[in-house]
């Protein structure tokens, strides 16, 4: 409509001009220049705002993972069409993704994790939320086998991808420190599981001074998650050895240096298991990490151990004097030693759990097994007597193998034979109890068609199959080697036995005795790659088990008072 106005009136008034006005031919072709200016800014101006129109209708369209337009040009990086986006169309910047994946994604947070600054300030410039957002997608959630954990919020996602400057800009945009996600971890909890822990010790550095300014009255290192763990306590159980020792070197204190001799006081709060229930220490012995028991070379946890065990530890594995030798004695031929074992272990198995308490190495689960065993047959045995039960002798007899095997378990209190009483036990409840099984089936399978042969002959013709057990019996010292091939050829015998009897050794001696050996061996090799680490482990499982049986009047705290230095009440180790 305009333009056909504009043109109308351009013949009119060349009309007027040319009948009282003689106009050259330059200004002929002046006006119709500016005619056909004035028809382009019209055309340009209409497919604008048509063009900004179906712009608005399709920006709120949603791709296959629930993600708009911007989340688009925010994911390519390009600033241009972003910027553009946020301008014709505002309400897409805190809009988030809806698919189940990707639940909860705002271009903040893709624009944070690209480290696109201008991005980020543009965003934030405009009105981009800073604080709300959260992501609830299963992608970004910390699952087995995931690939990206960076917490639900926006300055989780930007201490994760490490850039200071985005970091301090959404906290300035008044992003909280103290954000949490479903898990209860706090951005100090989700760095110590990022696989760069240089860029996550610089993260945690600038938070934790940010967070300083706040003047909180617990510190942000010391909140703990919905499992009960704190930042250190969770570096310890999944065995980031740098970012715990950045958090122990973060609450040292240097009291002075001379050269390079110096004095230090460490914070043994929550290392130390004098005071809390689920210290460091107990949960580098109860990780299946082997990283986690490195943590127990670093300082102050390898002095702290030492202590312990030079205190209080060693000293119930050693017997000098007279009265150990009776102490000793009285433990060994009580009956009250086996009633006060299951009164102490029971608990322990309640608090811990059966699985663990009886299948992890560190803790001795092998060794319990023995142990409990033992108490209860004694305390059986004490039932037999009462009650006049035969049969007494029998439990007697396994009462004192169990015993004495369980002699083993306090060897490992000994740096010279702990590591191979670590090599007996993977070994026996391992590879030795695989070798049985297989070793039994074989067993029950040829003892029976031979027992079914020799039924047909003479009783007392081989005494070594006369029944079913004794030929089981006597297959099984076979399969060792503990006797001779126990065939009399004086009598005649079905060739079906010598087809079985040659079977059998094939079997048992060429197939299953060299699996056992390679078997074994492969353990070996494994556990001597990692026995004394696995011995220290121990060492400091024991010693916290010995811990707990001390009543806490006998049970000395170490290190010393920062009263005493003009610190907090907390306790350090110099």
Known sequence: ALFVVLTITFVVLCNFL???????????????FLWFVSFLVLLFREHSVSLLHSLKASSSRSGALGETALHVAVMSDNVDAAVALMDGAPELINEPMTSELFQGVTPLHIAVANQNMNLVYHLIGRGGDVATPRVTGLYFRKRIGGLLYCGEH???????????????????????????????NTLLHILVLQPNKTIACQAMDLILNRDAELDQPVPLDMVPNYRGLTPLKLAAKEGNLVAFQHLVNKRRVVQWSLGPLSSQLFDLTEIDSWADSMSVLELIVGSHQREARRILEVTPVRQLVSLKWNLYGKHYFSYVTYEDSLRLAGEVISVLGALLILLLEIPDILRVGARRYFGQTALGGPFHVILISYACLVVLLLVFRVCGVQGEAEVMAVCLVLGWCNVMFFARGFEMLGPYVIMIQKIIFGDLT???????IVLIGFSTSLWMVYMTQEPDSIPSYRSFPITLFSQFELSVGLIDLPV??????????HVLHVAFSVVSYILLLNLLIAMMSDTHWRVAQERDELWRTQVVATTLMLERRLPRCLWPRLGVCGLNYGLKERWYLR
């Open 18 to 32: 040319s009948r009282f006005c003689r106009l050259s031919i330059f200004c002929h072709f002046l006006f119709c």
């Open 488 to 497: 009399d050829h004086t009598f005649t015998t079905p060739p079906i036995v």
């Open 434 to 440: 695989k070798f049985m099984w297989l070793s039994f």
């Open 154 to 184: 926006i300055l989780s996602f930007a201490a994760c991808a490490g850039n200071e400057d985005i970091v301090s800009m959404v906290i300035d945009a008044g992003a909280s420190t103290r954000i949490q996600d479903y898990r209860g």
